[in-house]
C-alpha cells in the first residue's frame, strides 16, 4: 500500500499519509506529495487540499533517516531536496491547503506543514523544527518561513537554536498554528473549513496567496537554502547527528 493516497470529498482533493509508526517521509512519500500538489492545482474540478495523517501520534515524524543512510553518499542530499520540493509545491498550490496535524509535525513533518496556508493542530501534539539537535541547520528559507508564521520570535528562536519541540497551546499562541482541537476533531474539522474555503473566488484567492508568500517562493532564497544543506551535511557534526538519531543516543559533538 502507497504511504500516501488520495480521494476526492467533493470540491476536497485529500492527501492521506498512512506510514506508521511515525509516518516518516521517504523519497517515494516526498514525491507524491509533491506530484500530488501539483496535480491539484491543476484539476480544475478541484478546488481545495488537504494533507492529513491515518497514523494515531503523528503528522510526520519527518525525513526516514535509515532510507537516507542506505542511499550511496552522492545521494544523500537527495531526501531534503525532495522535502524541499514537496514543501514548495504545497506553497505555490494557487487553491487553499489545509494541514491537519491529528499528531505531531517533527522536523520534515513540520516543514510540509508549514507548506499549507492553514494548520490545525491536536492538543496533545507537538511541532519542532529541531534540525540542530542533530548537526543540521533547517536553512535559511525554513528559517525565514519559521520567522514569518510566527507572532513570537523567542519561539522561533528557542524551536530553531535549541531544538525545542514546542505544545500544541504554545504553537497555537505564536500564531504557527490556527486553532487547536481534540486529536479525533482535527481530520474532520480540517476537511470542513477546506470545504468553505473552496467557495474562495478562485482567481482572487491565488492572486493574493501569491502576494502573501512571495518572499517565500523566491528562488535565490531556495538556491542558497540548498548550498547551505549540502555544505553542512556533509561535514562531521552532521555525520553524527544523524547516526545519533540513528541509534537513539546522544551524539558526541567533541571533536567535530
Known amino acids: 500500500m502507497s504511504a500516501l493516497t488520495a480521494r476526492d470529498e467533493g470540491p476536497v482533493r485529500v492527501l492521506t499519509l498512512s506510514n506508521p509508526p511515525g509516518n516518516t517521509l521517504s523519497l517515494e512519500t516526498l514525491e507524491a506529495i509533491r506530484a500530488g500538489a501539483e496535480e491539484a492545482s491543476a484539476a480544475s474540478g478541484v478546488r481545495a487540499l488537504v494533507l492529513e495523517s491515518s ?25 531534503f531536496e525532495a522535502l524541499i520540493g514537496a514543501y514548495r509545491a504545497l506553497l505555490a498550490c494557487p487553491k487553499p491547503t489545509v494541514a491537519a496535524l491529528s499528531g505531531s509535525a517533527i522536523l520534515g513533518g513540520w516543514i510540509v506543514a508549514m507548506g499549507c496556508d492553514w494548520r490545525l493542530l491536536g492538543a496533545g501534539a507537538k511541532v519542532a523544527l529541531s534540525e540542530i539537535r542533530a548537526g543540521l541547520s533547517p536553512t535559511s528559507g525554513l528559517i525565514a518561513r519559521l520567522s514569518s508564521l510566527s507572532s513570537d520570535p523567542r519561539v522561533v528562536k528557542e524551536m530553531v537554536l535549541r531544538g525545542r519541540m514546542v505544545g500544541a497551546e504554545d504553537a497555537l499562541k505564536a500564531a504557527l498554528v490556527d486553532e487547536v482541537l481534540p486529536e479525533a476533531e482535527v481530520r474532520p474539522a480540517a476537511l470542513a473549513l477546506a470545504r ?34 549540502h555544505d553542512i551535511f ?3 557534526e552532521a555525520q553524527e547527528g544523524v547516526a545519533a538519531l540513528r541509534a537513539k543516543r546522544r551524539p558526541r559533538w567533541e571533536g567535530q
Open 234 to 236: 556533509a561535514g562531521g
Open 55 to 79: 497514523v494515531d501520534g503523528y503528522f510526520s515524524s519527518g525525513l526516514d533517516l535509515n532510507g537516507l543512510m542506505d542511499l550511496p553518499e552522492a545521494r544523500r542530499q537527495e531526501p
Open 196 to 229: 468553505r474555503l473552496a467557495k474562495s473566488p478562485p482567481r482572487a484567492f491565488a492572486d493574493v496567496k501569491r502576494a502573501l508568500n512571495a518572499q517565500a517562493a523566491d528562488e535565490a532564497l531556495w538556491s542558497r537554502s540548498l548550498r547551505e544543506f
